[in-house]
């Protein structure tokens, strides 16, 4: 333990042997509470590396519950910590994806300190969120998309719960803040993922571009969410085997003041889910949601994150209904596996 804090202490951070070591320690319960939260301070107080966080993803990923999907699938997901209240845009955006004929398999968790996750979303409007093991591959055969519950997929990141916990107190977040969204068991190969801090974007683009990724597109929004923002420009980067590209996009329309893209608990955001799948949800809110939803359908498609048609096309499937009807198709066979 000593070897690995010296090693975590420096400038350049730790060899992916050694972040392997760490992971393996910090998971497998031979590491105190105490000693774990040490070595996770050390890594955050100097700033993780892209070599640390990409050896702790594919860490968890061949720790967590093994999901073959058969195919490429796409997600929509973010790092959070933004410390805003706002609607989950990306959990509705994959219904719409999904409408639109991409697979999608979303990778995600309630909300740490609020009901407000996506999966207290999911739970709210009566979606299973931990189906038999073995079933996203039907799932999402059968309506499009999977949603995959990182605390079912991940029993060894319990282990980290209690050095986690200490570790809050002196610093904010750790590395498991940055390696959760990227270790979707699922694999993807398309990304839209959000970072609420500009900072870390260009260390998960970097992380990515080492994981290896078709192509994927960090999202820091303005005022700083994990998410393509409608109150301002959104800086991204995008990730192809080619490289990587940052840039800034342009707000799509006008900006529109934070509050209108504001959300609530789980009850409350899932009042808003059916409104706005029902179409009597008009305002900033779709707009924010076909923002983000056109984004990834353009990722996924191989063109500009901002085309305007596909924003358009997201809006369509919403007017149209069909977003609403994979919903309904996804909860009922859901709900038929767990009976």
């Known amino acids: 333990m000593s070897d690995l804090l010296a090693a975590a202490a420096r400038p350049t951070g730790l060899t992916a042997a050694e972040a392997q070591e760490a992971l393996d320690a910090i998971t497998g319960g031979?590491?105190?509470?105490?000693a774990g939260a040490d070595l996770l301070v050390a890594m955050r107080t100097r700033g993780e590396t892209a070599t640390e966080l990409s050896t702790f993803v594919r860490g968890l990923i061949a720790k967590a519950m093994q999901i073959d999907l058969g195919r490429a699938v796409m997600d929509v997901v973010g790092t959070g910590g933004s410390g805003r209240a706002r609607y989950n845009a990306s959990?509705?955006?994959?219904?719409?994806?999904?409408?639109?004929?991409?697979?999608?398999?979303?990778?995600?968790?309630?909300?740490?300190?609020?009901?407000?996750?996506?999966?207290?979303?999911?739970?709210?409007?009566?979606?299973?969120?931990?189906?038999p093991a073995g079933s996203h591959r039907r799932l999402l055969e059968d309506t499009g998309?999977?949603?995959?519950?990182?605390?079912?997929?991940?029993?060894?990141?319990?282990?980290?719960?209690?050095?986690?916990?200490?570790?809050?107190?002196?610093?904010?977040?750790?590395?498991?803040?940055?390696?959760?969204?990227?270790?979707?068991?699922?694999?993807?190969?398309?990304?839209?993922?959000?970072?609420?801090?500009?900072?870390?974007?260009?260390?998960?683009?970097?992380?990515?571009?080492?994981?290896?990724t078709r192509r994927t597109v960090v999202a820091c929004g303005h005022p700083g969410i994990d998410e393509v923002s409608t109150t301002g420009p959104t800086t991204i980067w995008e990730v192809t085997p080619a490289g990587i590209a940052s840039r800034e996009l342009p707000t799509p329309g006008t900006p529109v003041d934070e509050a209108l893209v504001s959300g609530g608990d789980c009850?409350?955001?899932?009042?808003?889910?059916?409104?706005?799948?029902?179409?009597?949800?008009?305002?900033?809110?779709?707009?924010?949601?076909?923002?983000?939803a056109g984004t990834a359908l353009a990722v996924w498609r191989g063109l500009q994150p901002e085309d305007a048609a596909c924003r358009a096309e997201a809006r369509d499937l919403i007017a149209s209904g069909k977003a609403k009807a994979t919903f309904e198709r996804h909860r009922a066979a859901a709900k038929a596996l767990v009976a």
């Open 267 to 292: 009850t409350a955001n899932a009042a808003t889910f059916h409104r706005l799948l029902s179409g009597d949800e008009r305002g900033p809110l779709l707009d924010f949601v076909c923002a983000n």
């Open 91 to 131: 959990t509705t955006a994959c219904f719409v994806l999904a409408a639109a004929g991409v697979p999608v398999a979303k990778h995600g968790n309630r909300g740490s300190k609020h009901a407000n996750g996506s999966f207290d979303l999911l739970e709210a409007l009566g979606v299973p969120i931990q189906p």
């Open 30 to 34: 031979s590491l105190s509470a105490e």
């Open 145 to 212: 998309l999977c949603f995959i519950f990182a605390r079912q997929a991940h029993p060894a990141i319990g282990a980290a719960a209690p050095m986690r916990k200490l570790a809050a107190a002196r610093v904010s977040g750790t590395i498991f803040n940055l390696a959760g969204p990227l270790a979707n068991p699922g694999r993807p190969t398309h990304l839209l993922l959000g970072s609420a801090k500009p900072e870390q974007g260009a260390l998960l683009a970097e992380t990515l571009r080492l994981l290896g």
